[in-house]
């Protein structure tokens, strides 16, 4: 059966790339449409009219929405290759757990950061140190947060370390992780992966003109 | 055939709505557990090390192994314990059932706290028009006598604030945002998820749950 796979994205999103990667690992075919965020397509209102953001997968007409959720369902319609939630549940609640907590604290963070006036920086670098600090120990010895296989949490907190280099850069800071870097740089050995994020750069230029266009600076 | 259960413990707080979702999720499957009652201004020292990183209820532990977060927690009671299952079979129905729970806690019950608990006026009024939306949101979807169909589900034991919290917010503070003239469908819902045999069996007080909210509201307009 023909299947129909669209996905609205935004190429610095974080949130896109992690579904870029898992349509990557799964080897689906799809038709990729880059939305101007600042003029939403009808589809994208019409697909996601709650949030009204990016990435929306189009599944054979019948739209998913939320990051987490899209890399879940790609997991669980396409499954004869590269599983990515662990098979044990209390391994899966686990790296539900902490993808939430990527998205709860480490976004959060971040944003304060990229999309924040200077005043409101200390705060949130002090925090997203924090949050680093506990995914390393998270991470422990492991290649991977899947342990041995590239999984759903490496597909969650990957598409961040792309953007480390715009919190650093914007924070005047380093974020001190040798461990996420040492992940990173294998995670990025996978096609999937490296095909799928989008460039340091790249993405520092997009914070450089939200940050003019927002009067942040 | 007596379940293999293991041991299954919960920490959790009688007023909170999170605490009480794994409630009835544990008590749909007959799962056997241990209830512990935490003091959140004096949280146990088995509360700090089973969540160490949110500290907060509910946690569920299984055989030693903790869990937090109480959506995460209810996807691994339906994982581990088959009978009455609380998330759809297929994919896509899944997707939507996530979805909608995180909906209820990312965006409805935020707005709906901050309608009823903050001491600027403009922000309340905000936050009400927000709740609202979400609200017609919800009424919009739910297209069976339940979101889970004819039986409850994921969204249904998520929305259960909206059932029983959010009233006795209304009476505490004299705020009406779960009208039936203006939500039928989610008001009717809420009489009948109040009245399920397991969630019956599940809900706080109210009249305590009022008082509770009563002396919130008080300590916030009291701060102005």
């Known amino acids: ?217 | 055939m007596a379940k293999e259960y293991g041991e299954v413990q919960l920490f959790g707080v009688g007023g909170s709505p999170y605490a009480r979702r794994v409630r009835i999720a544990l008590e749909m499957k007959g799962v056997q557990y241990t209830y512990f009652e935490e003091d959140l201004r004096n949280k146990s020292d088995l509360l700090l090390k089973y969540n160490p990183v949110h500290k907060k209820v509910p946690v569920l532990v299984h055989n030693g192994k903790p869990l937090a977060e109480s959506l995460v927690i209810l996807e691994y009671i339906d994982d581990t314990w088959g009978n009455h299952p609380i998330l759809p079979q297929q994919p896509y129905d899944r997707a939507l059932a996530q979805f909608w729970s995180r909906f209820i806690d990312d965006k409805c019950l935020p707005a709906i706290t901050k309608a009823a608990f903050t001491a600027n006026k403009e922000e309340r009024d905000n936050s009400a028009e927000e709740s609202l939306e979400a609200l017609q949101f919800l009424e919009n979807e739910l297209k069976h006598k339940f979101f889970g169909g004819e039986t409850i589900g994921l969204v249904d034991i998520a929305a259960g604030f909206i059932a029983f919290w959010l009233p006795a917010i209304e009476e505490a503070v004299g705020l009406k945002l779960l009208s039936c003239e203006k939500f039928p469908k989610l008001h009717k819902w809420g009489q009948e998820f109040t009245n399920h045999p397991v969630v019956k069996e599940n809900l706080p007080p109210r009249d305590k749950l009022v008082g509770f909210f009563k002396a919130r509201y008080a300590s916030i307009t009291a701060s102005k």
């Open chain 1, 1 to 217: 059966m023909a299947e129909e796979v669209v996905l609205l994205d935004f190429h610095p999103s974080m949130f896109g790339m992690r579904v870029r990667i898992a349509l990557a690992e799964k080897g689906v075919k799809y038709v990729h449409k880059e939305e101007n965020l600042r003029n939403k397509s009808p589809l994208l209102l019409q697909s996601n009219p709650i949030h009204k953001k990016i990435p929306v997968l189009i599944h054979n007409g019948k739209p998913i929405c939320e990051s987490l959720n899209i890399v879940q369902y790609i997991d669980e319609f396409w499954t004869d290759k590269a599983p990515l939630l662990p098979s044990d549940p209390y391994q899966r609640a686990e790296a539900r757990f902490w993808a939430d907590f990527i998205d709860k604290k480490v976004d959060e963070a971040g944003k304060g950061i990229w999309a924040s006036k200077v005043d409101q920086h200390e705060m949130a670098k002090k925090e997203l140190k924090e949050s680093l600090k506990k995914l390393e120990e998270v991470l422990g010895d492991k290649p991977y947060f899947g342990g041995d296989k590239f999984g759903f949490l490496d597909v969650a907190l990957i598409p961040f370390h792309q953007w480390f280099f715009s919190y650093e850069t914007v924070g005047s800071f380093k974020l001190d992780c040798p461990k996420l870097t040492a992940w990173a740089k294998r995670c990025v050995e996978r096609e999937s992966v490296s095909k799928s994020l989008a460039s340091e750069k790249y993405i520092y230029e997009f914070v450089l003109g939200h940050r003019k266009v927002s009067e942040l600076d």
